[in-house]
């Protein structure tokens, strides 16, 4: 078996697990680079390697581009030129440049939705066509079945209160909450930020929102928890009915995907919530210290 082989194998195993790694591959080269066009590496999460792109010093600087790659989640064409000084080091005659495009490899893209009401299903039918591996949770079986949610690619009738557990929730999964009524989406957002789901989004009015996030503060969940809450979820856009309100969270989601996602001044409103309570417990150990 090939070392390329290998790679394309181990990047299938990755995506299967959930996890990512960016693929770097040279595109042109000039000069005595010291390998050949199409050469790759795969870099994993955890910065270990697979394959290679020539060694030293084009190496180092194509794992960092890399990590970049990874955080950012966009390709980026790397561009190198080794010096006299790099080519003695890699026992090449003479210099050259190197040109190498480096690219996310991420898992499958993951919309779970709890809840699945008018709101829930308008989401499952704007996802599907934008490529997304769609969950949908629900306690009634009236609503949670396949007439509701045909193209659905998995449908589950459980109460809120049961853990997530073989839904799939990886770092790449965006979860929506969008179920009939305060308590379930009470019961739905503590589950919820125990995941390790990239986006936990939670409509609602502002009033809503802080009450059930100022709820689990006060039961002990840290702030550090909600890292990853959107509320109200959606662009701002002024989105009322079910279909509107799945045209802009979808365009939330493909804003975050791209990179291009700044949360709005109503998402803002979260960050206050939690410094006030942040600020709130800092008051209190100074005063029992006191």
Known sequence: MSREHDLYEEIVHLRRQGRRAALAT????????????NAKMLVREDGSTLG??????VEAE???????VLDKRRSELVRYQLTDDDARREGL?????????VEPILPEKRLLILGA????????EAARPLGFHVSVVDDRDT??????FPDADQIRVQSFEEPLDGLGVNAETFLLIVTRGHSHDQTALERAIQTPARYVGLVGSRRKIRMLVGNLLEAGTPVEAFHNLYAPIGLDIGS??????????MAELIALQKGTHQRSAKQQFIRRVLDEHAASGEAETREASA
């Open 26 to 37: 040279i595109v042109r080269r000039v000069g005595s680079a010291p390998r050949k066009d």
């Open 52 to 57: 290679s792109v020539g060694g030293g010093c």
């Open 62 to 68: 194509v794992w960092e581009a890399a990590r970049r």
């Open 93 to 101: 005659v003479c210099g050259g440049s190197v040109e190498v495009f």
């Open 117 to 124: 009401g008018h709101v829930g299903r308008a989401l499952a």
């Open 143 to 148: 609503f949670a079945n396949r007439e509701r």
């Open 240 to 249: 009322e009915t079910p279909e509107e309100i799945a045209v802009a969270v």
